[in-house]
């Protein structure tokens, strides 16, 4: 990352999705990733998988209102994520490098 005297800074990449129960990308592959921060703002669990579809017996998964956050190199790969229900999920995502 890198910050700049007008106070700009590079290199990070955010959002939101409204994930559903139907496998989505969250985050496409970056081998330069140095850090993730994922929150769920739904009202319903999410389950996430690195470099492979997610299911609802994913890799890991983050309960209603919750937040995984890493600054471990090694999640390089693609981030999925599913719901666990019909309804929908209010992702909100940031990672960089």
Do not use: C
């Not at 579809?53 to 309960?63: E, P, Q, S, Y």
């Not at 999640?75 to 990672?95: C, K, Q």
């Amino acid at each position: 990352m890198a910050n700049f005297e007008d106070g700009t800074v590079t290199g990070i990449v955010h959002g939101q999705l409204t994930a559903g129960d139907v496998d989505q990308v969250l985050l496409a592959p970056d081998g330069d990733r140095d850090w993730v921060l994922i929150q769920n703002l739904g009202p319903d669990a999410v389950y996430f998988a690195f470099g492979t579809a997610a299911t609802v017996a994913g890799v890991f998964k983050i309960l209603a209102n919750g937040s995984y956050e890493t600054s471990a190199k090694a999640i390089t790969a693609a981030i999925h994520v599913i719901t666990g229900a019909a309804g929908s999920a209010d992702i909100r995502f940031a990672s960089g490098v």
